[in-house]
């Protein structure tokens, strides 16, 4: 689990996360994921919270 933590942390460095955000309990829940999975749950978190952003902006924006 401390890999998986471990993964998380290196992934997640560049990304702005919320207080409350538990990286130890994550590790906890991705037991049986590949590092190139963990890598790809980062990547698709990191990206939900762009489109979220970008969402409601309109093409004159």
Known sequence: METRQ???EINLKEV???G???LNGIAQKL???SGSD???VCRDAAM???????ENLSMTQ
């Open 38 to 40: 963990i890598t790809s």
């Open 16 to 18: 702005q996360l919320h």
């Open 31 to 33: 037991d049986g994921y």
């Open 6 to 8: 471990q993964l998380l």
């Open 20 to 22: 409350d955000v538990d």
């Open 48 to 54: 939900m919270q762009m489109r979220r952003a970008t």
